[in-house]
């Protein structure tokens, strides 16, 4: 893993797979695509034009991508000499399990393999290969050429040095990496996102806002906070002088009371009714594409923004 | 309600008090400061002299601010002539009952009785008055002067009239207010906080993350999407061109069976304990001053920058 200019391979030409490889050949590495896809040539490059105009400040000059990009149809001659092997194919466990160990005897024996996963731990993933010890999961949020964090998950059997050499390489791609403790069903950011959602759908389902209203409380006030201060330091701060220790002082006790309130919705067929209607009231009269593009921009504002403040912060959380 | 300049008179000058003086000054409302705190006139001038910094763009300059504040201690001629009164007390239900009595004998019939309380509604809070039915909540966000959401609450004894005053005032301040269509406790953000914070603590707890660990997880992705798109939008682009009818069919059943996998972590000793180490580990070593200056000097160019943004984007929500 020396090497100047990184060979990466992906696997898998979806969403996820489309995010990567524009990310990565933004970062100035070779991407070697492995797509059972006939269209896979024409579809990524289309992906590719759609997504360039979103990639981070700083990257390279999409008219280079060209050279650097390849397609391989067969995984073993796409895998074959591959520094880091990422794979981004459907969530099937049985899938996956049979397609690591064909990685495992293809690629190089140093090579890193990654899986995009959202749902399985390497532990799963890998119990055909041979050697595990190098298959680290590195779990993006949706597009991973916008939103930074990678979730990174070992298991029993991975060496520490693929966990280090995962972070590196998300680093190496502007992401930011944070290695979970312990695996966890979900991983973390899902069940934080899963967790706000519920009480989403409790508050739209009760009759207290829409689902356009719902939208607008989160991004005026808690999406604003936590894009700029992490829940734990924004209660830190709401403890004054006396930090988060002055907070749980104070309302500590009425957490657990408030917890007791949150609502437990039936997903029944009325509330899925009921959000589909207000969905598409609120957004149903502008297309997919629009809607996606002012969403890119407007996170790809907030990004360049945050990071022009906090370099111009020490070390701003 | 027709004045050009309105009077508003701000009951109580505590952190949230201050931070609505700040941004009706910077509005160019004439404010009159009702404190009992014979300190009060110089705390509010340096309270003033720290937020005004961080008040939106286009507001307006604080050499005028001085001009346009003055202090009256005694609570019948502070709010005598009002256009507007904004309480701001301690989240005593009695006290406030009471304040709320003598506000109502002693404010002119038409003017618009606002009250920030997290906890109460208008019944709740009314219920002395001889005409509670220009009582309204607003309740905002802290700091208020840099966190845009108001969340508005009528009562039963609400005059539809004076919620639409209310909205068109918070609006005036440059605030984004939304009106819940009934009274739920606690309200709807500090319920979605909640539900994402109880979550956090039990990643904690359980040791997937730590307090900064789960900071970053935030801010790097679900905190930067919900700053910029709602959960709801959010799904509906997760479901791609069949929008969140797609997104719900494919992944409504799972929704549930995620929430079941949620914590319920005991606010016990050991929780607290391990969370507060963990915040003095992660933030103890800056100030307080310090890291608000940073909270706000963040969410305020992420504001600046949405606001451009938006402006190019026709009603991007």
């Keep these: 893993m020396t090497q100047q200019r990184r060979t990466v391979t992906v696997i898998g030409a979806g969403t996820i797979g489309l995010g990567w490889i524009t990310l990565f050949l933004g970062h100035g590495m070779r991407v070697r695509v492995n797509s059972r896809r006939p269209e896979a040539p024409s579809a990524v490059r ?102 930074p964090l990678v979730e990174i998950v070992a298991g029993e059997a991975t060496a520490p040095a693929a966990v280090e050499e995962a972070v590196a390489f998300y680093r190496e791609a502007g992401r930011a990496p944070v290695v979970l403790r312990r695996p966890i069903i979900a991983f973390a ?17 009760e009759g207290v806002v829409t689902v356009q209203e719902l939208d607008e409380v989160v991004t005026k006030s808690i999406g604003l906070r936590w894009a700029t201060t992490g829940p734990f330091l924004a209660f830190h701060l709401g403890g004054g002088e006396g930090g988060l220790r002055q907070w749980l002082s104070t309302l500590g006790s009425g957490l657990e009371q408030g917890w007791e309130l949150l609502g437990r919705p039936p997903m029944d067929e009325e509330t899925i009714a009921t959000l589909i209607a207000q969905a598409d009231d609120a957004y149903g009269n502008r297309s997919y594409a629009e809607l996606v593009r002012a969403r ?8 360049r923004t945050l990071t022009a403040v906090n370099s111009g912060q020490e070390q701003a959380v």
């Design 296 to 303: 890119d921009t407007r996170q790809n504002a907030v990004l």
């Design 46 to 147: 289309r992906g590719i034009e759609l997504f360039a105009p979103h990639l981070p400040e700083g990257t390279g000059d999409p008219d280079t991508f060209d050279s650097l990009l390849s397609f391989e149809p067969d995984l073993e001659r796409a895998v074959a000499g591959a520094d880091v092997i990422v794979e981004n194919i459907p969530e099937s466990l049985e899938l996956k399990r049979e397609l690591f160990a064909r990685i495992g005897k293809a690629a190089p024996a140093d090579a890193l393999i990654l899986s995009s996963t959202s749902t399985f731990g390497p532990d799963d993933l890998g119990t055909l290969m041979a050697d595990p010890s190098r298959l680290v999961v590195g779990h993006p949020f949706n597009p991973p050429h916008v939103v």
């Design 189 to 205: 950011a899902n069940r934080l996102q899963s967790a706000l959602l519920r009480e989403s759908i409790h508050l739209v389902r």
